[in-house]
């Protein structure tokens, strides 16, 4: 029988591992040992707990022990006990910025009880454990996987990360404790032969995660009205990786272990090795927080939320791979149904502006009538005036160059959209001065606009 440790296993990723393992592992052994502490609600992990307590399938002797990797006793008796095959080591204090306030939780979990992890691996060889001959077959633990992060890159520059980079700068207490991991598991790889694999893992998000992540608060204070902090404008990028995709990286990498071999010399090298898991496709944080509001206004009755298109066919096989440029697809752009009633859309285009209208290019041209021959749909309209009676400045889409009258003669300029998408299109505000306040606003006066 296979024996498996996970540390950390009421945690979002080692949750999800150890559900993997139920399906994939026939016949094993799997400990799950977790201090279960406060750093965010512990409902939350006890609820993971509760899932996976339900789901231990026939033939899988699962056990939970409550308690820290800090805890060099309670370690070695769990390895002395189980006689571990393989320890998957994502127990640790996460967060960046906690680690700030809170030193010491990083050095007693992330440096003395990843210590104590590879002192186990490491005496897991002897031929005595406690005194007594080890069990004959028990060959030591054959893979330690451990987690590192993505925070090891600290302030470097060059991109897409790469694990051959160097990481000598870290710049938080955390992406050093993971730097320092990452070193010990070396030495000890190097020292007593120990096969481990670091995974660097980039922002991971999914059902259940942790409440600390972005993806949660910008969501929990989006909802609440309150204002999210973005520094820089939003200019930075950052790599999101459901968490599935992390668990089969990682059930991947638990089966094939570095190989224990000799050099030249005839000295064992390191069976070590270190996997980026996650990385190489960044996200704009501001598409991220657009997104969010998107998915906000996407459950308001007859209002779409549209985005950039990502394509089109140019006639030959590189279908999705010619990119579209709209300029209203650049803004957050919606389309109202037809159906769709506004408040005070009986009263749409009744107005007459009277004076000059700045056309394209400077051109001038009189206004003498409320319609023309290609507008925006009566409701379409109506959101408009609602929104600028609101303070909202709020526009059409970028009409159909054909329709407008400086171009009407030049039947060569058609870009802008299709004249279905100016009928029932609106651009909203968006961008790095819009405020998540100002969206909240956005939304509950586009909801307050529609007639019940």
């Known amino acids: 029988m296979k024996k498996i440790l996970v540390t950390g296993g009421a945690g979002f990723i080692g949750s999800n591992l150890i559900k993997r393992l139920f399906a994939d592992v026939k016949g094993a052994a799997i400990v799950n040992i977790d201090n279960l502490n406060a750093y965010y609600d512990v409902s939350l992990k006890d609820y993971r707990l509760k899932e996976l307590e339900a789901m231990v399938p026939e033939g899988i002797d699962y056990k939970f022990v409550k308690g820290s990797i800090a805890d060099k006793a309670l370690v070695d008796k769990l390895f002395e006990d189980y006689k571990f095959d393989v320890v998957v080591n994502l127990a640790a204090q996460a967060g960046v910025r906690y680690s700030i306030e809170n030193p010491d939780a990083y050095i007693e979990s992330n440096i003395i009880g990843f210590y104590n992890i590879l002192e186990a691996c490491r ?69 007593y032969n120990i096969p481990s694999t670091g995974l660097r893992f980039f922002t991971v998000y999914g059902p259940a995660g942790r409440p600390d992540m972005a993806y949660f608060g910008f969501t929990n204070k989006l909802l609440k009205g309150e204002t999210i902090q973005i520094y820089n404008y939003g200019n930075c990028r950052r790599d999101f990786t459901y968490v599935d995709d992390i668990v089969e990286g990682i059930v991947r990498v638990m089966a094939k272990a570095p190989e224990k071999r000799n050099g030249e010399d005839g000295l064992p090298l390191a069976p070590y090795a270190v996997y980026n898991i996650g990385g190489g496709q960044p996200e704009n944080l501001l598409d991220f927080v657009q997104t969010l509001q998107e998915e906000l206004l996407a459950g308001v009755p007859g209002i779409a939320v549209h985005s950039q298109p990502k394509g089109h066919t140019d006639g030959t096989d590189n279908t999705d791979k010619v990119p579209v440029f709209d300029s209203n697809y650049w803004l957050c752009t919606i389309t109202l149904d037809p159906s769709l009633r506004i408040k005070g859309q009986e009263n749409a285009y009744k107005t007459i502006v009277t004076g000059a209208v700045g056309g394209a290019a400077g051109v001038i041209h009189a206004a003498s009538s409320a319609v023309t021959d290609c507008q925006p749909n009566d409701n379409v309209e109506a959101l408009r005036v609602y929104m600028d009676a609101a303070g909202i400045e709020a526009r059409p889409v970028w009409k159909p160059m054909h329709k407008q009258p400086v171009y009407k003669n030049c039947p060569a300029y058609v870009n802008g959209v299709s004249e279905a998408i100016f009928k029932v299109g609106m651009c909203l505000p968006a961008g790095p001065y819009v405020s998540d306040e100002d969206v909240k606003y956005i939304v509950e006066t586009i909801k307050s606009a529609i007639v019940a």
């Open 123 to 191: 005496h897991s060889y002897d031929q005595e454990i406690a005194g007594q001959a080890r069990n004959e077959g028990y060959k030591g633990v054959q893979h330690l996987v451990y987690a590192s992060s993505s925070s090891v890159y600290g302030g470097n520059k060059k991109v897409p990360f790469a694990v051959e980079d160097r990481v000598d700068n870290p710049v938080s207490l955390y992406a050093a404790t993971k730097k320092s991991n990452e070193l010990f598991a070396h030495c000890y790889s190097k020292l």
